[in-house]
């Protein structure tokens, strides 16, 4: 038995697969590729399937992970031709092979946002504002969070939870380049930042795009 990370890209109809039904997806998948999965065991066995950090619901990728485990002698090339073979349109599988980092290594995202406002004026505005908000020292945000069992609200400050940004307007779109906390710990989803933003500087986008590009871990290394 030997671990296989598969690095796949989701976008197109795709984005709006929950993570839970993303997992019972790849779970077909593997089972119609005929991969020669290693099953869990117990009263249950299933094949053992994780992945790295699941995305948020609407947007797109190209560093998904997903985790497996194999029995017998199939190649990287093989696992990765069965599986592109059999999944829907929206996924694509990058690379197979075998994992070089842990999960919770991962510590930022790089993400590319594309905001659209519904004239230039509003976009530069936008821009403008926004790059002096993050360049600032308080951000307040409401943020989900858990006391004990229960979910609750908190105030946080985004500040602490960006390590870049690059931003830039053209036309009616302003196009954000920024590396976010991410992982286990401390998570920050860009769309939580502009909604931020925009409710400090009081415009409203009229559509968003959001692209995470890279997973990195704590030692500034790229997740693979």
């Known amino acids: 038995m030997r671990s296989v990370r598969i690095n796949y ?8 697969i929950s993570h839970l039904d993303l997992n019972r997806m790849m779970s077909r998948a593997v089972r119609r590729a005929q991969l020669p999965m290693w099953y869990t065991e117990g009263f249950n066995p299933h094949p053992y399937i994780a992945f790295a950090l699941p995305l948020s619901l609407g947007q797109s990728s190209d560093c998904e992970y997903m985790d497996i485990r194999i029995e ?3 190649t990287d090339d093989e696992v990765k031709d069965r599986l592109a073979a ?30 659209i406002f519904a004239d230039e004026e509003q976009a530069k505005f936008f821009a403008e504002k926004a790059d002096e908000l993050v360049k600032g020292d308080e951000l307040l945000a409401e943020k989900s969070g858990k006391k004990g069992h229960r979910k609750v609200m908190k105030q946080v400050n985004l500040i602490d939870y960006i390590y870049d940004t690059k931003i830039t307007a053209a036309d009616c779109a302003v196009n954000l380049q920024c590396v976010l906390a991410a992982g286990n710990t401390n998570n920050l989803n860009p769309a939580l930042l502009v909604e931020t933003i925009e409710k400090n500087i009081g415009v409203r986008h009229t559509q968003m795009h959001i692209m995470r590009k890279k997973l990195i871990t704590a030692n500034g290394k790229v997740f693979k």
């Open 72 to 74: 017998g002698d199939m």
């Open 86 to 115: 059999v999944l829907p349109e929206g996924f694509e599988i990058i690379s197979v092979g075998a994992p070089t980092c842990d999960p919770k290594e991962i510590q930022k995202a790089q993400y590319f946002v594309k905001v």
């Open 9 to 16: 890209s989701k976008s197109g109809r795709a984005i709006y």
